[in-house]
């Protein structure tokens, strides 16, 4: 099932961590897994319910309480997401997924300084969280600190080189400040990542 879900054969995943179930009822993990795979077909629902399941069964699961958040915040329950968020973090207070996916939902509540400061501590945990780094960039920019930003995008590339969005939101950050070589550079990265619109911009400004 892992095997099939990292080739993207979600479906084929699912069949076989309910196979897994049907062998062992208390097996945390293939619910979580399963949970998982149905995220990413969009069953918010059964997600939520996969991963209640796996905390029934491990009510320490902190990845659990995580990626069931992760489902709420796809369903718009944000105060829903916090709340398990909240939970991952008081089981394991050195779990930095957790601090990340808080700090994205509060940022949908405008809480930037909340959010800014959730991703700081993910980053104080794991250094190398280039997700982390991103995120926090992408709320500075709504704080307007664009150098901050930029900073941010940065080390999230030189963690991750393969992030195109890093690279097309570093340059719009640029062009804010002046910086229009660098904004241009940066297009021409995103869009040779395959950045959808990355050749619009460089079309457009450069």
């Known amino acids: 099932g892992i ?8 479906q084929g995943a699912i069949a076989d961590y309910r196979k897994a179930i049907e062998i062992n009822p208390q097996y945390a993990n293939a619910f979580l897994n399963r949970g998982t795979a149905k ?8 997600a939520i319910a996969d991963n209640t399941k796996a905390i029934e069964i491990n009510p320490k699961f902190a990845l659990a309480y995580n990626n069931r958040g992760i489902a709420k915040y796809d369903l718009e329950d944000y105060q829903g997401a916090i709340a ?9 207070p050195q779990f930095d ?15 930037f300084q909340g959010s800014i400061s959730d991703f700081t501590k993910a980053i104080e945990i794991n ?30 590339i030189e963690i991750n080189p393969q992030n195109a969005s890093a690279y097309l939101n ?3 950050e640029r ?25 619009e911009w460089v079309k457009e400004d450069c």
């Open 3 to 10: 095997e099939k879900y990292e080739q993207g054969d979600y």
């Open 175 to 199: 062009e804010r400040v002046n910086d229009l070589k660098g904004a241009c550079d940066d297009w021409r990265k995103a869009a040779g990542l395959g950045k959808e619109n990355a050749a």
């Open 170 to 172: 570093r340059g719009i």
């Open 84 to 92: 398990d968020y909240n939970k991952a973090i008081e089981i394991n």
């Open 127 to 156: 250094p190398q969280n280039a997700l982390a780094y991103y995120n926090r960039a992408v709320t500075m920019s709504q704080s307007n600190n664009f150098q901050g930003a930029i900073a941010d995008y940065t080390k999230s």
């Open 97 to 111: 997924p957790a601090y990340v996916s808080r700090g994205i939902t509060k940022a949908r509540f405008k809480d």
């Open 39 to 46: 995220t990413k077909l969009g069953d918010y629902q059964g």
